[in-house]
């Protein structure tokens, strides 16, 4: 059961309460690539990207927002570390949001000057503790970014805004290590109602970093936990969209699109189960039906299998059995694929 925090606006897009999680990445281009930052909010826009973050280092580099607000219609974050000047720059240019650590921007005066501003434009802050970064008074209190350092760490910048009265809070508290992530998670879930932004920081090339996010945030989807997402991998930030929808689908949560199920083959097998499963799932690439499509590599236990399917082949020699709800309707020879998705396109 999915634990309701209080909503937050990020633009025009609604967090917590019961709303949809939702799935961010953060843009990767130099920052004084004016158009190079912009191409690739666009794809990422494309890929399905609900939220973008990007870097604004100073208030110069704020020109950024400005850019991609004009282009793209998506929720765009700030990123700002230590220059509270760059986070009312950001808020100014159209930022939606402001990520910051207030206990880092220097004394109550700064923390109030950015407060005015977000409060002037309706902005939230999302505080975001590191394991990486985490104060040095809580390190040797605890002796290591242990789940209770992160969690008092992130109290602590929220009671910074609170007492500045600002409540229009989303938090982060992010670590490598998978169990920090969720013992930490789990803790503060307990102790505020703010929504909460998941997952695992520096979690490392496409492979690792894929197995780690599906962990550290599909268990805090299954317990109930997170509001938005990133799934943060070493390759292009499309591929973290497309990850992040995908652990949320495996989690159990309802995503647009076609899911492909395929089995893991075994002596029985007599076609290209891998090659097939592969091809249906590019040629669904884009497809927006809830659907769920099974590619089963034989006929003795295929369609009893994927009962779940809403449609499927099951392997025979040189052909396949179609099956529709796991009932069989007829054999496909020649282009498999081709006929299968033809039929996917008749549902």
């Known amino acids: 059961m999915r634990k309701l925090r209080r909503e937050v606006k990020i633009g025009p897009l609604a967090i917590g309460g019961e709303n949809p999680v939702a799935v961010q990445s953060m843009l990767n281009v130099p920052i004084r690539d004016l158009a190079g930052n912009v191409a690739q909010a666009r794809r990422l826009e494309e890929a399905g990207c609900q939220i973008i973050r990007v870097t604004v280092p100073s208030a110069e580099d704020a020109r950024v927002v400005a850019a991609i607000k004009e282009q793209v219609a998506l929720p765009l974050v700030a990123d700002i570390h230590f220059d509270y000047r760059a986070a009312i720059a950001a808020a100014e240019a159209g930022a939606d949001k402001i990520r910051i650590n ?7 005066e700064r923390v109030a000057a950015v407060v005015k501003a977000c409060k002037a434009r309706n902005l939230p802050i999302r505080i975001g503790v590191n394991a990486g970064s985490l104060e040095k008074d ?26 500045h009265d600002f409540e229009d809070i ?39 970093g894929l197995i780690k996010s599906a962990m550290g945030i599909g268990g805090l989807l299954l317990d109930g936990i997170g509001d938005t997402l990133r799934v943060s991998l070493t390759d292009e930030p499309e591929k973290e969209v497309e990850a992040g929808f995908d652990i949320l689908r495996a989690a159990g949560f309802e995503v ?8 893991p083959t075994c002596g ?16 669904l690439k ?3 039906k809830p659907l769920k499509v099974a590619v089963m590599g034989c006929v003795v236990n295929g369609p009893g299998e994927a009962r779940e399917a809403d ?11 179609l099956f529709v709800k796991g009932r069989q309707v007829r054999t496909l020879r020649g282009d498999i694929v081709g006929q299968l998705i033809e039929e996917i396109g008749r549902l």
Do not use: F, W
């Open 138 to 163: 809580l390190l040797q209190k605890y002796g290591s970014p242990t789940p209770e350092a992160l969690c008092e760490s992130a109290l602590r910048h929220v009671r910074i805004l609170e007492r």
């Open 102 to 108: 207030p206990g880092n921007i220097g004394g109550d």
């Open 170 to 208: 989303v938090i982060s508290i992010k670590s490598s290590h998978v169990p920090t992530v969720i013992a930490a998670y789990r803790l503060l879930a307990e102790r505020c109602d703010y929504p909460l932004h998941i997952g695992v920081t520096e979690a490392g090339t496409y492979r690792m």
């Open 256 to 263: 647009p699109g076609p899911e492909v199920v395929s089995c």
């Open 311 to 321: 449609i499927g082949i099951a392997g025979g020699v040189d052909s396949a059995v």
């Open 268 to 283: 029985r097998t007599n076609i290209k189960v891998a090659e097939i499963a592969q091809e249906v799932e590019r040629q």
């Open 286 to 288: 884009g497809c927006k």
